[in-house]
């Protein structure tokens, strides 16, 4: 087995474990839900949950999404349907076997970390005559949704239960503050980042955010320790123009909530990207940790500020350094083949040490190189995982014990895979 092959099954291997589930996908097989779905898209909900491992959407029919819709704007969508994505597996069976008859469940609501006490929990209730509650947290509410059925189930990854009536915590349903009301300065400062809150201040770099802001906005700042972290250029060195791209660097004019981070696989246009330099950053991700690359280094997602639609800001451990105005490491010298050596020099003759580029300036650009053709009996990738079993019994196990992790079933499959390529 060539070396190329084994490199198309170990990435066909990784794309179908890894994969997880889609709830937009699961949904478009159930029209009743499009203006559910559709509202979860909007808000990027929906990214957030297929960035989860084991969640539970409790779904409502188009009739109750269009009435709620209708009296409330966007942002306050967005909350309350957070309410009803619980982080936790519950199927019909185990609705019916909940101990002592009541529990709470964490949302995603609660994650926001705007949830004062109890209102990002959900209280769900085995009632009387085979029904089942669902209602706030907060003491004093009420249970006045139900759940209807099982829509969609792959144990103990993801589960879609129809409920009749939307969870209303106290509180969820005000409007937050518009977009251009936001106290940008104010909030950045709070969580630590006031040298950054200076240099976009002094040099208007705010105005363009806050004009970004009324269509979407998402900024990383990076907090006031990183500034003076070993490694970060003297920044009184950088030209106006410089300074102006690197904070421009910092900021992306999209909405782009973490759990949109933690899904993303192509390249993040910043507002710094132009026709003149790409400025852009790379995601990397490892269960609930993000990291920001910007070819020069990574920086780590360390809290959330603010994540109301369409703005979010986030904060940072380390300065974003772009290629395009820093370098990046020079680059290995190429392995020449014994039949491919350079003619030598003359005796005696040193060669010129090369000089090293400016680290304000933007490199070259890398050299073209060839690609590389496939052999024809190479397998094509595959486009993703197997159809999603409703209702299977993956775990294989006892009842409410949860499969084995997406983790160790990649770490044997992929041992697996080599000593398939061992034995070959």
Excluded: W
């Amino acid at each position: 087995m060539s070396a190329l092959r084994l490199f198309f099954l170990i990435t066909t291997v990784i794309t179908t474990v890894v994969s997880g589930h889609n709830i937009t996908a699961i949904l478009s097989d159930f029209p009743e839900y499009s203006e559910f779905n559709n509202y979860l898209s909007q808000t990027k909900l929906a990214d957030e949950i297929n960035s989860r491992t084991t969640v539970t959407v409790l779904v409502l029919n188009n009739g109750v999404v269009s009435s709620l819709a209708a009296k409330h704007p966007l942002a306050v969508m967005k909350g309350v349907l957070s309410l009803h994505v619980l982080l936790d597996y519950y199927d019909n069976k185990k609705l019916h076997a909940i101990s002592d008859g009541t529990t709470l469940s964490t949302t995603l609501y609660q994650t926001t970390g705007t949830a004062p006490g109890n209102v990002g929990f959900v209280n769900i209730t085995d009632l009387k005559g085979g029904k089942v509650g669902f209602g706030s947290a907060v003491p004093g509410s009420k249970l006045d949704s139900s759940y209807t059925k099982s829509v969609k189930q792959i144990p103990y990854n993801i589960s879609v239960l129809e409920i009749n009536q939307p969870i209303i915590a106290p509180g969820i349903l005000a409007a937050p503050a518009p977009s251009a009301d936001v106290n940008i300065t104010g909030l950045l400062e709070k969580a630590g980042c006031k040298t950054f809150v200076k240099l976009i201040t002094d040099t208007g770099v705010l105005k363009m955010y806050q004009l970004a802001a009324a269509k979407g906005l998402t900024v990383f700042a990076p907090n006031d320790e990183a500034f003076k972290a070993k490694g970060v250029p003297d920044l009184s060195k950088l030209t106006n123009a410089e300074l102006v791209a690197l904070l421009q660097y910092h900021a992306l004019a999209s909405y782009t909530p973490k759990g949109s981070l933690k899904t993303t696989t192509d390249p993040l246009s910043t507002i710094a990207t132009n026709g003149a330099g790409k400025y852009d950053l790379t995601v990397e991700t490892a269960g609930d940790d993000v990291r920001l690359d910007s070819g020069v280094g990574t920086s780590r997602l360390a809290s959330t500020v603010l994540d109301s639609t369409p703005v979010c800001l986030f904060t940072v451990d380390s300065v974003l350094l772009p290629v395009e105005l820093f370098g990046t490491a020079p680059a290995p010298a190429p392995v020449l083949s014994p039949d491919a050596s350079p003619a030598s020099g003359p005796a005696g003759s040193s060669p010129e040490p090369a000089v090293a580029p400016s680290p304000f300036l933007s490199p070259p650009a890398p050299p073209t190189e060839a690609p590389v053709a496939v052999p024809a009996t190479a397998p094509a990738p595959s486009d993703g995982p197997a159809a999603d079993s409703e209702n299977s019994s993956a775990g294989n196990g006892v009842d409410g014990v949860k499969a084995p992790s997406r983790v160790i079933v990649l770490g044997a499959t992929f041992m697996s895979v080599m000593m398939v390529y061992v034995l070959c």
